[in-house]
């Protein structure tokens, strides 16, 4: 029995030696970067216990223990590629979403990153109590915008006439915009 422990502990050290190797520790926020391969929603992967999961868990579970069943981890520090175990706190999934909700606006910028939404007017709310962009909406209605002014120049008719005959769709719209043969 305290062979097989001891034998675990081994592996927890080995793993975390693993993983501290792939980590910049950033003095300033004391966020533990990770400097590894990244998974397109931003978070650290690193194998542990034979399979490849994201690296705050597995440092959390290295470091703090088991995550909670039913429990996701919430970076306080908002950095997804922060691995510091301090800087995570296990939290209900509805906890989560409001605190990221919320959280986009005490990091000064938008979900996209490119909008600082610090100042006043910046975000409009919702009835369901969501939060949004306004820059982030205003671009993307200037983009339909110009996908529609494409497609009536591709289609030949205006957009609601086409879309009175067709019915209105935005795919459809970007189609033609992209001059791919559209019913007509
Ligand atoms: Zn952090
Ligand atoms: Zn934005």
Redesign the pocket.
Known sequence: MSGDISGVLAYCEATKKRLMAKVRKDSGTGCWIFTGWLDPGGYGRCSFGGKTQRAHRVSYRLFIGDIPAGLELDHLCRVRECVNPHHLEAVTPSQNRLRSRNGFELSGR?R?G??DVSQPGAVSSWPNGDRR?R??RLERDRDRAKTIKQARKALGMTYSEYAAKYGYSMSTAKQAAAGIQVRS
Do not use: D, I, K
């Open positions: 938008c996209s490119l909008h962009c820059q982030c």
